[in-house]
């Protein structure tokens, strides 16, 4: 995922409403590296995950971070 758009959209103060004005979501979302997605998915739930549900899963965990203003990802194994 791009670190600098992500920085960017974390420090305008956005919220639930206006998280994708101008498309600056879905730009997010769509440079998120979806095979190293879809191996954390996988590894942490111990089970193939179709790529369409990586897709899901990436961008409510992504949507999550950015309106709880970030927070520690929980590791396959436990750390």
Known sequence: MDKD???????????????????????????????????????????PVANFRVNIKAANLLRSFILQEGFELETPDGD
Do not use: W
């Not at 758009?5 to 994708?20: E, I, W």
């Not at 997010?28 to 997605?37: C, G, M």
């Open 5 to 47: 758009k992500l920085l960017a959209l974390m420090n305008t103060g956005v919220t639930k409403a206006n998280l994708n004005e101008y498309g600056r979501f879905d730009e997010l979302t769509d440079s998120i590296d979806k095979p190293r997605a879809k191996a954390y998915f996988e590894t942490f739930e111990g089970a």
